[in-house]
């Protein structure tokens, strides 16, 4: 096993924080991850050269390491003014002690429309790398939603890498239910006049699990537009970083980026570490960031117990609430409904 540095900031803060890149430990070997593909009409899979100028938010330590790990790409065509009713449908099921990893790649047409769903699974203890690329040509829109399902005893590195041209849009939704050691990246190069990105995450990190988080938005074409949020719970002695940029790099005029990032403290023996970051090189911008973090409020928490609810049951439903409001947005029933099951409710 040998260490790779990731998720680097793009600028650093105090090294003494600890918080400018984090590590993991990866083996020299690995296999190609199995996975189940559902694909609709119209997207097609025909030999193309994935982009490598393309990188993610892990940085280019794991950019390297996907090269080098030989694995082949499963690359996805959509072509020119094409509206795809049904998600391209990624079941990734993950085996025990064996280091799997996955590199796909999208490159989205002019005019055209396309949603992914990634289910990420395992039964047992293990570790995976996933890298998705993505092109996004003028006019084009892409969706992909991640659900994070693994056993607690289960790690999983997953980046993300964007580059969007004029007038698209892409939106990333991830959602984390469980996992040992979960590391996301994601970085989105808006080098197109007026394209956008959004990221909605919801999250519950528990038994001493650990969640890493870097997103990047950087705005290199004019009148750009971000808008990040990630909402989740730590309980059980859980640690969670998140780091989340918006980059308005010079010539970007008109952009606007807005970052916003609610955390809930189910127990004391939790740790949360927030970076919102800001990089301006710009004049005619506007950039936005927030955080809320804290335990459930007591008014609220006295409210719902004069309503015959117990604590246990508060907590439980507020912890949920963070995750199942991400659920619903898959554009899957058979997903939502095992997600909604895996959280104790029923989905007629």
Wanted: charged residues 25%; negative net charge.
């Amino acid at each position: 096993m040998r260490e790779l540095t990731v998720n680097y900031l793009p600028g650093m803060t105090w090294t003494w924080l600890k918080m400018n890149s984090c590590n993991v430990k990866v083996a020299d070997e690995s296999v190609k991850g199995k996975c189940e593909i559902k694909l609709p009409e119209d997207v097609d899979t025909k030999s193309n050269v994935c982009n490598p100028e393309i990188t993610g938010g892990m940085g280019p330590n794991f950019d390297r390491f996907m090269t080098k790990s030989g694995i082949d790409q499963d690359i996805f065509i959509v072509k020119d003014l094409k509206k795809i009713d049904k998600p391209v449908i990624m079941d990734f099921k993950y085996e025990k002690e064996v280091q799997s990893v996955n590199q796909v790649c999208f490159n989205i047409g002019e005019g055209s429309e396309v949603s992914v769903i990634q289910d990420f699974t395992s039964k047992e203890g293990g570790l995976a790398a996933i890298q998705t690329k993505v092109r996004l040509k003028s006019e084009s829109s892409m969706k992909l939603y991640q659900i994070i399902r693994v056993n607690e005893e289960f790690s999983l590195i997953n980046d993300v890498a964007v580059d969007s041209l004029d007038n698209s849009n892409f939106e990333l939704i991830q959602i984390l239910i469980s996992g040992k050691n979960v590391y996301l990246g994601c970085k989105d190069e808006l080098q197109g006049k007026e394209s956008t990105l959004n990221i909605k995450t919801g999250y519950q990190v528990k038994h001493q699990g650990l969640l890493d988080i870097n997103y990047n938005a950087r705005h290199t074409g004019k009148n750009t537009l971000s808008d990040i949020n990630v909402n989740g719970v730590l309980s059980e002695g859980a640690s969670k970083t998140f780091r989340g940029t918006i980059d308005l790099v010079k010539g970007c005029s008109g952009a606007k980026g807005n970052e916003m990032e609610d955390v809930l403290l189910m127990s004391d023996d939790v740790v949360n570490q927030t970076i919102p970051l800001i990089l301006c090189d710009e004049d005619d911008v506007e950039g936005n960031h927030g955080a809320t973090i804290g335990q459930i409020p007591e008014d609220i928490k006295n409210y719902m117990m004069s309503r015959g609810i117990p604590g246990d049951e508060i907590a439980r439903l507020m912890a949920d609430s963070k995750v199942l409001s991400v659920v619903d947005l898959v554009p899957d029933e058979v997903k939502v409904k095992e997600l909604h099951e895996l959280f104790g409710e029923e989905v007629d």
